[in-house]
């Protein structure tokens, strides 16, 4: 008798078994649910799967898909979506099943967005730019400004350019074209940012007082012009568009319109303080997250009282549902809270914060 020889698995067998020993232990394992695929049973209805996905691609899209609260989103490469849940008798092994687009929350319509998993194809319209997917056939996308505002002001040039050389001595041509070559001239990153704090009810000012303010603090703080730079100017790398943290500026484009000069610069010197300081853990830093407003949510104070309750959970807070000692939750936290004589009564507080520093200093009227 001889003796039977064991057949070594092929390097595909051993493939497929490590993607499924590797589902199992992330707690993604996709599971055919018949109500998606035959929806004529007595009994059952759901959205109906496309016939020509097979139990691999389903899996390979669970894989690849975002968790939001107890689902997971994702599209295909064809841009569609899908939804998947698991039963809580059998966690860990999921059904999905198609979506429209307006059911999948819009954080994660960024996500899918940012991480470059939807696409209506391999080939992408002419002028895409690099890396930007389409999340539908028509509507809008994020994008950065800067990478926006080149191409609209090469494509307006070129536009005028050829306009120019039907009607050459068309005078508001002629105008346009200079007003869209002066953009990109430096002089105007200065004018950019003193409207981005917009200090002062009379426009006429806002320039004059933001740059008086740089030359105040650029007196005050000789030794930190990397920092002053950082707080209060732009990046020069695009001449058209405001880039870099601007933080400065951003602060007091947030606070009230009407801050006199005297509270101007002591804002201002308290963030140079702040971010001058010693390097420190923000206990805040873990809880932030990219929430935009959901443009499709019924009444803004619904989202505003959901954010409250989860905030409630992720910090721990022993009974939310009672009054919060807010001192005591802001201390909880590292954050400090000092007084600030402001002239403005129109300002109850101000909060300063830094990245890699402690959590936010809060200054309150006295």
Known sequence: MSAKRKRKPEPDQNRQTARVREAIEAGLVYESNPRHRQPWQAGRRGSLCPREITIEQAQELLNRSVLHGKKRYVADRQGRPFCAQAPESNKGRWHGYPVAWKEVPVEVQTALLEKGLVSWGDTLPPGTPAGFR???????GRLPVSLVAEPVHSVLTGAVKALRLSLPENKRLLLL???????????HQPRRLAILAGLGEDTKQW?????????????????????????????????????????????FGAASP??????????????????????????????????PPNPRASLPGQEGY?????????????????????????????VTVDELAIEDEQIGGVAIAREKRNPPNSLEQP
């Not at 074209?177 to 002089?187: I, N, P």
């Not at 703080?221 to 951003?250: P, Y």
């Not at 610069?265 to 923000?282: E, G, I, K, M």
Request: aromatic share 6%; hydrophobic share 40%.
């Open 306 to 334: 959901q954010l409250a309750q989860e905030w409630a959970k992720s910090s721990h807070l022993d009974n939310p549902t009672q009054p919060v000692d807010i001192g005591a939750h802001l201390h909880a936290f590292g």
């Open 258 to 291: 009407t801050l006199r000069d005297r509270d101007v610069f002591n804002l201002a010197s308290r963030l140079v303080r702040h971010s001058t300081s010693a390097a420190a853990q923000d206990k805040l830093a873990g809880h932030a997250t990219y929430r």
């Open 134 to 140: 389409f999340v539908e056939r028509s509507g809008a």
């Open 177 to 187: 074209e200079k007003r869209l070559a002066d953009l990109v001239a430096a002089e």
């Open 207 to 251: 320039t004059r007082r933001w740059n008086s303010l740089q030359q105040a603090l650029a007196k005050e703080f000789a030794g930190t012009k990397a920092t002053l730079a950082h707080l209060f100017g732009g990046d020069a790398r695009n001449a058209l568009v405001v880039q870099g943290s601007c933080e400065g500026a951003l602060m």
